[in-house]
């Protein structure tokens, strides 16, 4: 941390002091509460089904209770992640443009307003399925409680916001709620990647009156403000999450029904038309280009996707509430696909990196700076060298950095 961000926190800090004191005179000072919301792939997800068919013999037809699915490991397995992916998986209709399951298939996502369903993805709290576990715990040793000054605020983070509208909705209550319970003090939200922009976009709709009022700061860590190029990696080859003896090509076939997904590409706010971001012997496709490269790989409901939520990309406005942007750097992170053969998608391409946190690009971390001078509320970047997408959620400076915002009363 610099010694600009220090003066800007201490400048921030006395600040918003002097206007608690006034504000809230007649008001016991209290911590101000804490809601995380996750990014894609940070809630939990339960299952029951019944279905007409299953992928393999093996796979069960019917589960009568609800079940965790999401990062259940003893599903992760070759073979039987097969089972998995015709569970999770959601398939496009082009006349309503929304998702649905597989026939038979009912999800729901556990927990509402519980931080717990986010610090652990996983419920039998396998370290593999650790989230947002170590803020908590910070959270909860300066005296934090349980689902009154820390809430949780999961979604089905498969689909994108034009399917997760009933969550702003919840979302705004659970702010209002979260501000009740606790002496009427002003929330702060933190949130990771997908998270970031999700908190955004309710931030951007709902009034000045609303966020004076109810919001305290925004801390958003690894924020996929702008979208990804690992997620056109993902259209094109997959992602084994990094994780056991998964293969990318396995794990495509449900990665690409997310509509989530495409709500992650690159913003074409801050990705510019002409610049080559998939090569190939034959041509070259630009960023302008994305939708032929969809036809080429012979998905053109990735497009579509995107088309439906292309309105909340490139409504970029200022949040209009304090900000504290934390992001990693200095990690190999996906530019962009370099085919050898001139079709594509007959092949795995190779990957040509460049800065970012190994999943995000630097310039979509980095975005939040640029409402710099479109709004008053001040906006704290901090760059975490070293720290990856999914680390920082564990990166000591991380910690130290929200603890020390978190100590003030307001
Ligand atoms: C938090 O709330 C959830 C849902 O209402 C409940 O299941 C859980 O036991 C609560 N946890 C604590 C520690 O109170
Ligand atoms: C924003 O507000 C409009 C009008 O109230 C509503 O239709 C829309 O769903 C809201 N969008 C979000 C992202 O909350
Ligand atoms: C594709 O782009 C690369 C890198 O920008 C460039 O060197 C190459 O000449 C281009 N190839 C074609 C076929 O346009």
Known sequence: MNILVIVGVLVVLSLSAVEGNWLFSSRKKTRSPVIFVPGNGGSQIETKFNKPNTVHYFCAKTQNDWYN?????EELIPGVIDCWIDNVKLYYDKATRT????????????????????EWIDPTKNSAGSYFKDIAKALYDMGYERNKSLRGAPYDFRKAPNENEYWFKDMKKLVEDTYDQNNDTPVTIITHSMGSPMTLHLLQNVSADWKKKYI??????AGAWAGSMKAVKVYAMGDDLDAFLLSGKTMRAEQISMPSLAFLLPNPLFWKPNEVIITTPGRNYTFAQLKE??????????????????????????????????????KKTVEMLQYKKPKVFEETPNLLYGNGDGTVNSRSLEACTSWKPLQKESITAVELRDSDHMSILADQRAIDYIVNLMKEEI
Request: with cysteine.
């Open 69 to 73: 699915v999401w990062l259940n490991i």
């Open 99 to 118: 998702t649905h399951n597989s026939p038979g298939v009912e999800l729901r996502i556990p927990g509402w307003g519980d931080p717990f369903v986010v």
């Open 216 to 221: 305290q700061r925004f801390i958003s860590l």
């Open 293 to 330: 490269f969809f036809t080429d790989i012979g998905y053109d409901i990735g497009w579509e996707m995107r088309l439906d939520n292309l309105k909340y990309s490139t409504n970029f406005r200022a949040p209009e509430v304090e900000i504290h942007c934390l992001y990693g750097s200095n």
